[in-house]
């Protein structure tokens, strides 16, 4: 009995060894696949919210990391893709989180005009609930057009809301929490770039840079 017990755990160890290996090797062999599609998702929707006939450079080679927990929502360095032409800044699209999603946390881009001018806004990942959160995401919803085009002062600031804490934002029926987060993260990414653009602007491009 305590022999077989003992051959049937080696095999289970054996067997759990051999499928660990193949996971690593499958891992290893599609990595650079699954990293190649993940710079052409990346591209699509730089070329989205920061049209081709503004730049003259390849966006995601021409990134830095930004760290600013208040205002990009996350403790973690966040990338911001900087716009050039003629070797002159033109825009950026910064990566921001909406801490306070009904769901969860929401990860976007914004992308902004040296003049401080939203250019778009995309959902990059999130968890919010099919029919009624999820209207973040282009292909549901064309809610996030709402802030082409706009940009934050003082005068203006309290209209960075949603319709119903006052602001110009259009609410979802049923789903106030989503959009509100969402407005939110935007809004504070716009004064961040109007706070740092200089510094944005002229700091080195350290994305993909690791450092012993």
Partial sequence: MKKSMLKNGLLLALFALLC???????????KDQIRAQEQKQLLLVLEQIIPNQLHDNMLTENCTLLNDPDALGTNEDMPAFIATRNGKPVAVAIETIAPD???GAIKLIVGISAEGKVLGVRTLNHQETPGLGDKIELKKSRWVEEFNGKSINNANEKSWGVKKDGGDFDQFTGATITPRAYVKAVRKALLYFNANKQQIFSQPLTCGVTHE
């Fill in 20 to 30: 660990t290996a193949l996971v690593a090797v499958v891992n290893d062999l599609t």
């Fill in 101 to 103: 999603g009904y769901s």
